[in-house]
């Protein structure tokens, strides 16, 4: 053990340096704070339920009511408790509380990646710092992308993983790569895992290519097939995550419309539209943010001070300065790119950018080639509806590339990959300087050619446009604020110049970065610098370079007392007064937000909106054919909304509105029409008295019986028990009837049972369900349990246990190989 420690001692050193970065970063952490991320709070809302019933049952239920009428909680929240990495986290956490532990995991993942490139651990460790502290990654953090920022951590170490089985790690590679890859699973952010299998796949491709090259095919075949068992491993460790969620994606807007369309929406069958898919694209020249990060002016809002020239502006027509400040950091954005908004830019830092420009003329190592070409296809890729030659084939013909949004967020991987071509860089300095023809020129061309560009705009920033394609629109709508033309273009000319003071002071910035890193660079090939030094400096460089461009979004003031975060939405008067209704399950409509994008009103009750990327595609197509323009009352009543909570136009209080044309948890109807068309049931559903007719898809006539749907005056139907996956109802029907339950169609899991036998669920009124009753008096119970997650479930445990196994058979092979290894003795 002693000499284990000594053989390790730098290793070991350096992470405990990661400690104590994760330790500073996050000092309020440490003071019992916690970090109000605003994706966050809305995730609170939509498991609010879940975690009541998980508390009260000691298990998870399978679904929510909380949220669009109701959809499975194991989109929203699941513990997966079979699958091995979901006790992983939770270990870390218990000592590094998050969202420290993500950082933790950044530095962790991004040293394995650099040791198994076989650089030296100091420079290592710096490679770890330039992954971990880009600006995204931590953006990512602020903003509530938690599991997006813990998909990005595992990506290095992924990485790594495979380029261990290329050279030739039969155990620990594919070990490994199952190891992460399914932690990265577990995530649960699938289309960063995308992204990465996007870039992986480059790799494999460079790979085969050497191999036919070097004539080791018999080799490649063996490492690709080590790491296709990893990746099946990993797979079926999260089962119970990825089964049933592929299963209901094929019901979302992420699958096929139902309806059909007949213009020319961008639709590509299934899939999301593409308008929307391509929302946020990251504008061409806005990569000039890799280099200057207040290139595009920041973040949208909340970055002008008090010496600003708006505030001058304001105080100047008679603001109070602090009103002054709040309107200019509330309405005057300093962005000015095409995103709708944006939390930062991406910035992988000035000298780092600068290095790996320069790696690309040094570096002799294959890896180089697969970093240029997976950097470039997705920072094109990043792009979307601006350069949509490469993204539209993507789109329509790449397997699944349709199924995600922001396609901006592709650019996490050169996030990592920028920084290993610039480490590589330095190490080919290291280890090969003097066998490198011209190395001078190139280190001084590249270094003054990056400078050239920083001080370009340092002193010329109005070289970009600082103009929005709607800056007009904006001035519009600043004259309508003011009212006042001249003093509006005055405003509007007073934050093109904040946008241009940024754009400078940043370029500077970057200026005297490069210029610095640079200098040290050549110090060392002029021999005024050893390695270590020159190392230790370029690592304060980029530290304290990335370090301070965080810090401007995510700071210990985002962060807030605990007690604030464990009641995150508060409650409000309206709140109370709805409760004061007992009754087991009424719905709430909340006006008062905009209501499918917000989960505040699911905090305290069963919600018809909510906020989740994955809707169900019937409830979608309901909102967008009987709620956009006038809201179908009729609908309303169906899906039980009792309540209406909206805004006093005379005073903005909240006021509750009181629906009594609720039709209740179930109701037997008089008749049931059968339509032939998902249009026609739609259609239907803006005609007919839903309490006295079910739409019911042709489709489903052969789960009905010969008698016919009848109704007498005396039938009843009552809910008696809720529990969000198991309600229970007891009935009287003289005759045999028809009842529509105010409950969401999903005939994935849920079953329904009459008198304990089961009975086929019907599709009414295009969302709900129906069952045909007897005659009589009969319970009906439904009960969601899905046969997806059943078996999955065990799937995961199985290949839990696999990995296990996996993992101590490589320590086995390495602990063995590691003391047969001959010591070889050193002369003096």
């Known amino acids: 053990m002693k000499n284990w420690f000594k053989e390790n001692s730098t290793h070991l050193t350096i992470i405990g340096i990661f400690l104590l970065l994760v330790v500073f970063y996050f000092t309020p952490v440490w003071q019992g704070k916690t970090l109000l991320q605003s994706d966050v709070m809305q995730a609170r809302g939509s498991q609010k339920e879940i975690f009541d019933y998980r508390e009260k049952d000691g298990k998870t239920p399978l679904w929510t009511n909380s949220m669009f009428g ?47 490139l076989k650089i030296r651990p100091w420079l290592a460790a710096l490679g770890a710092v330039a992954i971990a502290f880009s600006s995204y990654n931590l953006i990512y953090v602020e903003a509530g992308h938690i599991n997006k920022a813990y998909a990005i951590a595992y990506m290095a170490p992924i990485i790594g993983a495979v380029i261990l089985c ?111 898919a391509y929302a946020w694209s990251q504008g061409i020249g806005e990569n000039l943010t890799f280099l200057i990060p207040n290139a595009y002016g920041g973040r949208s809002t909340g970055v002008l001070d008090e010496n600003s020239n708006v505030v001058k502006a304001l105080t100047k027509v008679g603001a109070p300065q602090g009103e002054a400040l709040q309107l200019a950091r509330s309405y005057f954005p300093t962005y000015w790119g095409e995103k709708s908004f944006t939390s930062g830019p991406w910035y992988f830092g000035a000298g780092i950018v600068f290095l790996a420009i320069l790696g690309l003329f040094i570096v002799n190592n294959r890896l180089k080639w697969w970093i240029v070409a997976a950097t470039l296809l997705t920072i094109l890729l990043s792009f979307g509806r601006h350069f949509p030659l490469i993204s539209d084939l993507f789109f329509d013909y790449f397997p699944m590339y349709n199924k995600f949004r922001a396609v901006e967020s592709i650019l996490v991987i050169p996030s990592v990959l920028i920084p290993m071509l610039a480490v590589m860089a330095v190490n080919e300095l290291l280890v090969r300087g003097t066998q490198i023809p011209n190395l001078d020129k190139k280190v001084l061309y590249t270094g003054g050619a990056v400078a050239a560009v920083c001080l370009l705009f340092a002193l010329m920033p109005s070289m970009l446009d600082l103009r929005t394609s709607e800056h007009q629109q904006y001035v519009g709508a600043l004259q309508q604020m003011v009212q006042d033309q001249n003093m509006a273009n005055e405003l509007a000319n007073a934050l093109l110049k904040d946008r241009a003071s940024l754009v400078s002071k940043d370029a500077w910035r970057s200026f005297f970065i490069v210029a610095l890193t ?311």
């Open 518 to 828: 640079l200098g040290l660079v050549w110090f060392f090939l002029k021999k005024k610098l050893n390695a270590t030094v020159l190392i230790a400096a370029l690592a304060v460089i980029t530290l304290v370079d990335l370090w301070t461009v965080d810090k401007r979004y995510l700071n210990n003031e985002s962060f807030v007392d605990k007690s604030t975060y464990d009641r995150p939405i508060p409650e409000r008067e309206v709140d109370q007064l709805i409760h004061m209704d007992k009754d087991l399950s009424y719905r709430v409509f909340d006006l008062t937000t905009s209501p499918f994008q917000d989960a505040s009103a699911s905090y305290f009750h069963k919600s018809i909106g909510g906020y989740h990327a994955a809707k169900l595609m019937r409830f979608q197509e309901v909102l967008e054919q009987q709620f956009n323009n006038n809201i179908n009352e009729d609908v309303l009543d169906m899906l039980n909304v009792r309540y209406v909570i909206t805004k006093d136009p005379s005073n903005k209080s909240d006021k509750i509105q009181r629906r009594s044309s609720a039709l209740g948890n179930a109701w037997f109807v008089e008749s049931v029409n059968f339509v032939n068309s998902n249009n026609a049931e739609m259609e239907a559903l803006g005609t007919i008295d839903p309490k006295k007719v079910a739409i019911v898809n042709e489709g489903f006539k052969n789960k009905f019986s010969d008698k016919g749907v009848t109704k007498s005056a005396n039938a009843e139907i009552t809910l008696t028990s809720y529990h969000p996956d198991t309600l229970k109802y007891e009935y009287t029907s003289p005759a045999e009837g028809f009842a529509v339950f105010s409950e969401i169609y999903y005939d994935k899991g849920w079953k329904a049972y009459i008198d304990g036998e089961e009975a086929p669920i019907i599709r009414a009124d295009y969302l709900l369900r129906g069952l045909q009753l007897p005659g009589g008096n009969h319970k009906v119970e439904f009960v969601f349990a899905p046969d997806s997650m059943r078996i999955s479930n065990i799937i995961s445990l199985i290949a839990s246990i696999v990995l296990v196994i996996g993992l101590a058979f490589a320590a086995w092979m390495g602990y063995k190989q590691h003391k047969n290894k001959p010591v070889v003795k050193q002369n003096n």
């Open 166 to 276: 290329y050279r030739g790690s039969k155990f620990w590679g594919p070990a490994l790569l199952a190891l992460f890859l399914a932690l990265e699973i577990r995530a649960n952010h699938i289309q960063m895992t995308y992204y990465l299998f996007l870039a992986l796949l480059v790799l494999v491709g460079f790979e085969l290519y050497y191999a036919i090259k070097d004539k080791k095919v018999k080799e490649f075949v063996q490492a690709t097939g080590l790491q296709l068992i990893g990746v099946v491993i990993a797979v079926l460790i999260n089962a119970s995550v990825l089964f049933p969620t592929y299963e209901y994606s094929k019901e979302t807007i992420r699958g096929k419309a139902n309806i059909s369309k007949t213009d020319e929406s961008g639709k590509s069958g299934s899939g999301l539209e593409k308008e929307y």
């Open 70 to 116: 109701g959809m499975p909680t194991y989109q929203i929240w699941y513990d997966h408790a079979n699958n091995i990495t979901s006790h992983i986290g939770p270990a870390i956490r218990a000592v590094f509380p998050p969202p420290s532990d993500v950082l933790l995991l950044f530095l962790l993942g991004g040293y394995f990646l650099f040791s198994v």
